[in-house]
Each structure stands twice: as C-alpha cells, then as structure tokens.
C-alpha cells in the first residue's frame, strides 16, 4: 500500500494558502453596515500523546476591522489552518442574533505524517453582537 506523507514545509504553506483565504480584504462596515461590534469569546484545547494545551481569548471586532474570523488551531503540527467562524458569524448577523455560543472540533490531521489521525483540536466559543440604532 502507497502512502502519501505530506512534508511539514508542504504543509505549511497549505496553511498559510488557506489562511491567506480567509482573507477578504473587506472591512465589517462594507458588509455587515449594521454592526456595531462583535465579541468573540474562545477556548481552545488540544490534547495529543504529547500532552495538552489550553488557551483562552477575547477578540473584540469593530466596524473598521477585516472581515476575517479564523482561529489558529493549538496543534502546531495540524494540517488545517484553524477555526473558520465565518459561516457562524455571518449567519448570526442575518438573523440579527445578538447572543450565541458552540464548539468546533477540527478538521485537520494531527501532523503531516499521520494522515490517517484526525487532530483533537477543540474550540467553545461564546459570540455577542452589538447592532448599530436603527435611525
């Protein structure tokens, strides 16, 4: 049986071509003109054989920020490029949602040589949007 082992500088340059992605270049004004702020809440784990590793964060987002919402994963050694709550957020705001909260496990494998090992990545995630009065 052949398999394909991705190198770690491979890898890497798969993530940084999918966070450049997730770049839009616009800002939350341009497209989402009735925010006022958006407060992202998260905790981040990762457990391997390794060991584990815990974060914790608070993003504050404001009209003149990019619309970009992706969230390193802790494994350094994972092939994805994080958390995208993109879809989250923008589906939050068109329902006009002020509060919400989940979790997402991620999508990557653990390390460019295990491609069979899904990473154990974890995010909860607590988000609070503010709207802008309505006039």
Known sequence: MYRKYVTEKASEKLKQTMRMNAHTGIRIEELYPNVEKIEIHHVRDHTSFCGSSHNEGTWTITPQSEVFFLIEC?????????????????????????????????????????????????????IKISYRQQM
């Open 74 to 126: 802790l494994n350094r050694e994972c092939t994805s490029a994080g958390f995208n709550l993109r879809s989250v957020i923008s589906s939050a705001i068109h329902s006009r949602m002020t509060d919400l909260s989940g979790e997402m496990r991620c999508e990557g494998q653990e390390a460019p040589d295990h491609p069979e090992q899904s990473c154990d990545g974890h995010l909860k995630y607590t």
